[in-house]
């Protein structure tokens, strides 16, 4: 499932090429591409009808375009937005109204300049679009109604790495589990936890309690800087499910310590990485700078 780099990635696409223009149709393809809109596909056409996308957001792995009455206007709450979730193989992609049909096409958005059009593209369909209003966020903001709740990420300017720490060690958890809780810290998933694990030279397992406040502001700072990195490279893509708005996918799997290499040697010690199951997932990590601890939390 794309991470915080790879909705960036999107996000970016996004304000460059549809922000500040005015939906003309939406055509749904696939119903089960709005089954998070309960109204059904008639209501989610008719809020986006009419409607300019007034900016693209993101908090953590969230993703939605807000909108507005007019060009340059500022959503305010209450005002919809069209929450996106990529899935496993969600794609929004800018084509020009020429373009083949892409065989896993689920939603259509033209626009009344008669520009390229908006496409939402799933092979998989677990991914899926619906409009809800803006609300107050918990850590301030507005955000869509469903994800009102998400804590800020480490790229947002009003991100207070101090208050993450101590929301991490208040957990009592497995040091991982509590990367990926949303509701501490968004944006980081099971790739560029295990990358800033490696970086952080933490175990996965490590019970939060028992974690000092400088460890903690060393994994999250590790996490930011492996996040800006991958970013950088246009996000992780292993095959082509994930890619940009324009269809190119990121490179910085090849640039990955952790996750993935399993049997390969560490970068920095030469040991071998360690795959373990996590929560139907893995983990990957290192033996050696990465010590397992004794009251691991698994």
Known sequence: M??????????????????GRRIATVTVAHPRSIRRHAAGAADFTGRLAGRVIGAAQRRGKYLWLELVDAPA??????????????????????????????????VRVTFDDDGPELRFVDQRTFGGLSAHPLAPAAAGGLLPEPVAHIARDPMDPEFTLDDAVAGIRRRRTGLKRALLDQ?????????????????????WARPTETLTRAQGRAV???????????????????????????????????????????????????????????????????P???????????
């Not at 709450?77 to 896993?104: C, N, R, Y």
């Not at 810290?185 to 030279?201: Q, T």
């Open 2 to 19: 794309p991470e915080l780099p790879e909705v960036e990635v999107v996000r970016r696409g996004l304000h460059d090429h549809v922000v």
């Open 73 to 106: 206007s500022v959503a305010t709450a209450g005002d919809d937005a069209v929450l996106a979730h990529l899935g496993m193989s969600g794609q929004m992609l800018v084509e020009s109204h020429d373009s083949p049909d892409e065989k896993h096409l689920r």
């Open 183 to 203: 509701t501490v810290v968004s944006g980081i998933g099971n790739i560029y936890a295990d990358e800033a694990l490696w970086r952080a030279k933490l175990h």
């Open 220 to 286: 999250l700072t590790a996490a930011s800087e492996v996040m800006d990195a991958a970013l950088a490279q246009g996000g992780t893509s292993f095959d082509a499910l994930y890619v940009d708005v324009n269809g190119a996918s990121g490179y910085f799997d090849r640039s990955l310590d952790a996750y993935g290499q399993v049997d390969k040697p560490c970068r920095r010690c030469g040991t071998p990485i360690r795959r373990d199951p996590f929560m139907n997932r893995s983990s990957f990590s290192c």
């Open 288 to 298: 050696r700078c990465q010590p397992r601890p004794r009251n691991a939390h698994v």
